[in-house]
């Protein structure tokens, strides 16, 4: 029941990050947002893991890491040295 409980209170706090990243005033709140809404993923896909005992949607969300924290850092670079003004 726990976990039931904290996966929805994980989806209630992915909803309100999605609302920044669309009112977000800089790109630089919007990149965050979608920092912390991937967190959110991975964290949602653990616990789905850890309550279904699929060992493999574990796997999935070390693969879905990887691939989140590369593209917040790709996205950082290209927006930090100018993005499509060049």
Not at 1 to 19: E, Q
Not at 63 to 82: C, E, P
């Amino acid at each position: 029941m726990f976990l039931l409980i904290t996966m929805v209170l994980i989806v209630v706090a992915m909803v309100i990050t999605s609302i920044r990243m669309i009112i977000g005033p800089t790109v630089w709140d919007r990149l965050l947002a979608l920092n912390l809404i991937s967190a959110k993923t991975i964290l949602l896909l653990t616990l789905y893991g850890s309550y279904t005992d699929n060992i493999h949607v574990l796997d999935v969300s070390i693969a879905y890491g990887i691939i989140g924290f590369l593209t917040i850092t790709l996205l950082s670079l290209f927006i930090s040295r100018g993005g499509r003004q060049k």
